[in-house]
């Protein structure tokens, strides 16, 4: 697998609760953001579970997503643990990029760390000369679909009833690079 150039900000400074206010080098831990290795499927795991806890991927299926796709995963890792990650497989033609995941765990939200993963993913896009980007939201979604908006997303294409099967209706989004 092609090694990934990594990108390197600061994480949060000021995460605040009890339970962390003497956690200093947490607090100054930077963040990086870098291609995933096999060693972190178990971080990958947790926090997947964490960014969608009423539907997580079931290890096997990350585990196969990483085998395949594991060039187009990127992840956020303070050093010690991740705080986030973006899957963007491509078509086999190249045309078109699907965003199958973004999450960022609770505690590094409202911070820019989606919008940064997201951003670095359509540069590399932009790069490859993908011509669109697809992905799908719960229309309820509202931080998400947000984010995407503001990134450019539209969703002409509307809500897809039941998508991932009865009841499971997903806003489509896309963006033309
Ligand atoms: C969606 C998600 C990835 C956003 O990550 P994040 O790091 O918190 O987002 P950012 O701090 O980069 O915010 C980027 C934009 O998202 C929108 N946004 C983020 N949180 C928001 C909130 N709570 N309410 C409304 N808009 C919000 C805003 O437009 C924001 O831009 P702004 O800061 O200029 O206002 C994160 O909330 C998450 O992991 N959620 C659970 C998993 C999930 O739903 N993933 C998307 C599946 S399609």
Redo the contacts with the bound molecule.
């Keep these: 697998m092609a090694a990934l150039p990594e990108e390197r900000f600061p994480s949060r400074g000021g995460r605040t609760g009890h339970a962390y206010l003497h956690d200093r080098a947490f607090l100054d831990r930077p963040l990086t953001m870098r291609g995933v290795t096999e060693a972190d499927l178990p971080e990958l795991v947790r926090v997947d579970r964490e960014?969608?806890p009423e539907e997580p991927y079931p290890y096997f299926v990350l585990r196969q997503l990483y085998d395949v796709h594991g060039d187009r995963l990127l992840v956020l890792d303070d050093g010690e643990q991740l705080h986030?990650y973006v899957l963007f497989p491509t078509t086999s033609d190249g045309y078109e990029c699907w965003i199958m995941s973004?999450?960022?765990t609770r505690d590094?939200?409202?911070?820019?760390?989606?919008?940064?993963l997201m951003l670095e993913v359509l540069r590399r896009l932009r790069t490859e000369g993908v011509r669109e980007v697809r992905?799908t939201?719960e229309p309820t979604?509202?931080?998400?679909i947000?984010?995407y908006r503001?990134i450019g997303f539209s969703s002409e294409e509307g809500a897809r009833r039941d998508y991932f099967g009865p009841g499971e209706d997903r806003l489509v989004m896309t963006l033309s690079l």
């Design positions: 960014a969608f986030g973004l999450g960022v590094q939200r409202g911070r820019g760390l989606g919008r940064r992905l939201v979604n509202a931080a998400a947000m984010l503001s």
